[in-house]
């Protein structure tokens, strides 16, 4: 069972409709009751840094998600989801996030070194190159995956950056170390690269229950 975290700011139907078409057993909720029977996490996410971690917060979904990675569990975060997993962003100020993967998150300039001006949020399809062997990433081939984001990780450490795509700057796309993965795409708007990285996902949580 994936239990799919809703702390009210995750595209919590695209996710979910796409686990369904894969066939996979999810449940969407906000208790950390229902969500610590489950053999995996997905931590989805739209909108702002500091609005998320302020919920997660009040929530203590914090704690509860940092108690079930050191624990083995499975986490997946998606999009904002992923932005949550470092240590901070400077989204309105400066927010703590989870830090359960070391780097920063920081906004697109949108001006080149050449002066020239390039437009923010980095909206739409681009290539991934994949940078690290991963269980996650592997068997896909450098394909497009769809992008909808201002901000993105920088400081990060090399042996967590599984792939990444161009926007200007280098843009860490797929990440992960141990039991903790990120993508800063949309996998389940991706068509089928996107649908193969969730069920690499699933295959990790299944493995696990073994």
Not at 110 to 133: A, C, D, T
Not at 189 to 204: H, M, P, R, T, Y
């Amino acid at each position: 069972m994936i239990g799919i975290i809703d702390y009210g700011m995750g595209n919590l139907y695209s996710v979910s409709k796409a686990l369904e078409r894969m066939g996979v057993s999810y449940i969407v909720s906000n208790s950390r009751e229902v969500l610590v029977g489950c053999d995996g996490l997905i931590l989805p996410g739209v909108g702002s840094f500091r609005d998320a971690m302020a919920i997660l917060k009040e929530t203590e979904l914090d704690v509860f998600i940092k108690e079930e990675v050191s624990q083995g569990k499975p986490l997946l975060g998606i999009c904002l989801g992923m932005q949550l997993l470092y240590e901070e962003s400077d989204e309105n100020g400066v927010t703590e996030g989870l830090a359960l993967l070391k780097g920063k998150v920081m906004r697109f300039s949108g001006i080149k070194e050449s002066g020239e001006r390039y437009k923010v949020p980095h909206m739409g399809w681009n290539k991934l190159n994949f940078h690290q062997k991963s269980s996650l990433v592997e068997g896909l081939d450098e394909d497009f995956v769809y992008f909808v984001h201002s901000y993105y990780v920088t400081s990060f450490t090399e042996e967590e950056l599984l792939a990444s795509s161009v926007y200007d700057v280098q843009v860490p796309a797929v990440v992960g170390r141990g039991n903790v993965f990120g993508t800063q795409f949309h996998p389940e708007k991706s068509s089928e690269v996107g649908i193969a990285i969730l069920q690499n996902f699933i295959s990790l949580v299944e493995e696990g229950e073994r």
